[in-house]
Nanobody
Framework: QVQLVQSGGGLVQAGGSLRLSCAVS????????MGWFRQAPGKEREFVAA????????SYADSVKGRFTISRDNAKRAVYLQMNSLKPEDTAVYYC?????????????????WGQGTQVTVSS
């Protein structure tokens, strides 16, 4: 059984930082491209970042580029999202996910397994 268990998140003031973690079990993590998405109330789920199997390639949404960093530790079977210089518009539920394909992709339909979601709230 594939499981993605998220931790981190919470409430932070604008300009602050948070780190999200996602631990994966039940599949060969080393072969998985991974991604982070977020969904704000009343909005579609949107791409945040993605990372290749060996972390050699990454991709970011324009809205978070330069502020967020995706990383992974294959030995720990975990992927992370370091979020700096947070803005109120970053407020959303964040999800980690495994990609169906060996490519960096921004489309939710190209990901299969999803974490339970973690609330991130940035106050102004």
């Amino acid at each position: 059984q594939v499981q993605l268990v998220q931790s981190g998140g919470g409430l932070v003031q604008a300009g602050g930082s948070l780190r999200l973690s996602c631990a994966v079990s039940g599949r060969t993590f080393d072969n998985d491209y991974m991604g982070w998405f977020r969904q704000a109330p009343g909005k579609e789920r949107e791409f945040v970042a993605a990372i290749s199997t060996n972390a050699g390639s990454t991709s970011y949404a324009d809205s978070v580029k330069g502020r967020f960093t995706i990383s992974r530790d294959n030995a720990k079977r975990a992927v992370y999202l370091q979020m700096n210089s947070l803005k109120p518009e970053d407020t959303a539920v964040y999800y980690c996910t495994t990609s169906k394909y060996w490519r960096l992709t921004t489309y939710p339909r190209e990901y299969d397994y999803w974490g339970q979601g973690t609330q991130v709230t940035v106050s102004s």
